[in-house]
């Protein structure tokens, strides 16, 4: 596993989830990430295994490579790595900011109680392409489909994230990145000794509905993971995948799922 030094004068960065804060480090154009709740290196590894085996573009997501974090006091702790993907001219705006630069509040459309599942979804899109002009609904949808696959219980207002060009004027959805709490890594949350079918029914989504199969409803445009690629490069995979291959493998044989897989060429 490569090792990466944290230098002593490195600014530690702390970024919220939904179960605590993760320390952080941008170092050479390099994000750099410490695992927190268990085997978050794991999980980003595979989610961006899977990634690299669908018909999304590499600009469409972020890679991440499993490291060794070395700290000047000489201790050392596991972690991932992935590039920076913002560019130069790029400013990065959360979903969450992105409503509040527009004096409007998220919260409007996801405690909506009269609100279904859809509803909230295309009351969010239609603001989204109010707001920046972009048309979001494959995109959020497959992002939702995926988190369903890969059981992401962080999605949040946050790491939706949205980049404006300041001298086109115009906007992107970012890359899908931030995919660290998933395949059960938290193991606080979902202990090593318990079967990944039982874990599986107590992991919650958002940000629309608790449910995923409510959020994976959503998609439904053409299969997007080709399953013969995938199964290649997790056999030939230098890292050990532990359980997070195991609840793998588990998704991929749930009927549900059927709909995002490719059988045979891309």
């Known amino acids: 596993m490569e090792r990466i030094f944290i230098p002593e004068d490195a600014n ?6 939904s179960k ?11 994000w750099i990430k410490q695992n927190t ?31 060794l974090l070395a700290f000047p006091d000489g201790h050392e702790s596991i972690g991932c790595y992935s590039n920076d993907f913002r560019g130069l001219q790029k400013q990065e705006v959360s979903l969450e900011r992105l409503f509040e630069s527009n004096f409007e509040s998220t919260s409007d459309i996801f405690d909506n109680k009269n609100y279904s599942t859809v509803d909230k979804f295309q ?5 989204i392409h109010v707001f ?3 048309d979001t609904r494959k995109a959020l949808a497959r992002m939702l489909a ?25 906007w992107q959805l970012a890359p899908m990145f931030d995919h660290g709490l998933s395949l059960l890594s938290d193991v606080k949350d979902y202990p090593m000794n318990v079967d990944v079918r039982i874990l599986k029914r107590k992991v919650k989504a958002k940000p629309f509905n608790r449910a995923f199969n409510k959020q994976l409803s959503l998609y439904q445009k053409e ?23 195991e ?17 045979g060429e891309k």
């Open 12 to 17: 530690e960065i702390k970024s919220t989830s």
């Open 20 to 30: 605590g804060d993760q320390s952080k480090w941008l170092i050479d154009n390099k």
């Open 146 to 170: 995926f988190d369903a696959f890969i059981l992401n219980e962080d999605r949040h207002t946050n790491n939706i994230l949205f980049l404006y060009h300041t001298k086109e004027n115009t």
């Open 37 to 67: 709740r268990g085997y978050e290196h794991l999980a980003e590894y595979v989610t961006s295994l899977i990634l690299e085996c669908s018909t999304l573009t590499s600009e469409e997501y972020v890679s991440y490579t499993p490291c």
């Open 132 to 134: 920046t002009g972009l």
């Open 247 to 263: 609840v793998l493998d588990m998704q991929l044989e749930d009927p549900v799922f059927q709909k995002l897989l490719i059988e």
């Open 123 to 127: 009351a969010l899109t239609e603001k």
């Open 223 to 245: 299969p997007f993971i080709d399953i013969d690629e995938l199964r290649q490069k997790l056999t030939s995979s230098p890292y050990d995948l532990g359980r997070a291959k």
